[in-house]
């Protein structure tokens, strides 16, 4: 049982490039949700899904996307990268009362 | 809308000594509470949880009791480690779509000296 795994653990990007930030979980959780982590700013949500093929936007939701067609799999991409999206990206996967369960997160750099 | 406010860090103690950490909420309805471990270079781990008033969650050492008459959620042990630094969120888990979607506080680092 490998809880949330995310690939890869560490990325630069440089301005204008896209890429797919990976997420799986083998828990069976229909909730699973991506957040960016920022100094002093806590955790922000950007998208979360209830279930395969069910998406909305979190809090900040600008200049990501996401699409759930596996329980398991949950990818976010980076349409076109700015250096505002550094940061550092966790995957979760939550149970219906609430206990998410966090993978060890993406450090991104964009340049 | 719901929102989380921490007591700011960095906190520093030394070890065996108590700890407090303070939560507060604005949140319409009934939500559930959390918090959250962040240790260096690792993803957040549940701690502990309450789902309704007056409930206590505890966990390694840890308590906090939901106090709906106060809006609050208050971190406390007794007597900490140094393994016990790290940085600690408080969260609140609102209900959406069958599940529930957390508001984090900002995160209080707090750092334990031998």
């Known amino acids: 049982n490998a809880g949330v795994t995310q690939t890869p653990k560490f990325q630069v990007l440089k301005t204008g490039q896209s890429m797919t930030l990976q997420c799986a979980q083998d828990m069976n959780h229909e909730y699973m949700s991506w957040y960016r982590q920022d100094p002093g700013m806590g955790l922000r949500l950007i998208h979360y899904?209830?279930?395969?093929?069910?998406?909305d936007q979190g809090e900040v939701p600008n200049g990501y996307n996401v699409s759930r067609s596996t329980t398991e799999d949950f990818p976010l991409r980076l349409l076109s990268a700015a250096p505002s999206q550094t940061s550092v990206y966790f995957c979760?996967?939550?149970?219906?009362?609430?206990?998410?369960?966090f993978g060890p997160g993406t450090r991104l750099t964009v340049t | 809308g719901n929102s989380v406010t921490q007591m700011e860090g960095p906190v520093t103690l030394s070890e065996e000594a108590f700890l407090t950490i303070n939560c507060t909420y604005t949140?319409?309805?009934?939500?559930?509470l959390f918090w959250y471990v962040q240790y260096p270079g690792e993803g957040l781990q549940l701690l502990l949880k309450a789902t309704k008033a007056d409930d206590k969650g505890s966990n390694k050492g840890f308590e906090a009791t939901y106090r709906k008459e106060t809006t609050s959620f208050h971190l406390e042990k007794g007597s900490v480690q140094v393994s016990d630094s790290a940085v600690y969120f408080c969260a609140l888990g609102a209900h959406r779509q069958g599940a529930q979607k957390l508001v984090f506080g900002q995160g209080t680092r707090l750092t334990i000296n031998p």
């Open positions: 899904s209830v279930g395969a093929g069910i998406t």
């Open positions: 949140a319409t309805g009934y939500p559930s």
């Open positions: 979760a996967s939550s149970t219906p009362t609430g206990e998410q369960y």
